[in-house]
Nanobody, 113 residues
């Protein structure tokens, strides 16, 4: 069973940077996609970025050029630069392989002065 544990959320000022991390454990298939989603209060959960096992990354238009997703062994990271108040949300790590999907518990990122 796959488990995901996020860390690294917190409070950051507008224009600042933050990196959130996700540790992946359990029976991990090689053909998987790791992603970061976010959910702001009162809004739906949206995909922010995803990366395949081969390292191919994709991003939501709203974060292109500011956020970078990466993975290393059993970790996936989201480096967030030039953060803005509208980036405030709970960020969730996601693992997908075929028809299987697992979510982390989420980590809160707050962008405020």
């Amino acid at each position: 069973q796959v488990q995901l544990v996020e860390s690294g959320g917190g409070l950051v000022q507008p224009g600042g940077s933050l990196r959130v991390s996700c540790q992946v454990s359990g029976s991990i298939f090689s053909r998987n996609v790791l992603g970061w989603y976010r959910q702001a209060p009162g809004k739906q959960r949206d995909l922010v970025a995803a990366i395949t096992g081969g390292g191919s990354a994709s991003y939501a238009d709203s974060v292109k050029g500011r956020f970078t997703i990466s993975r290393d062994k059993n970790m996936v990271y989201l480096q967030m630069n030039s953060l803005q108040p509208e980036d405030t949300a709970v960020y969730y790590c996601n693992w997908r392989a075929g028809n299987r999907e697992v979510w982390g518990q989420g980590t809160l990122v707050t962008v405020s002065s």
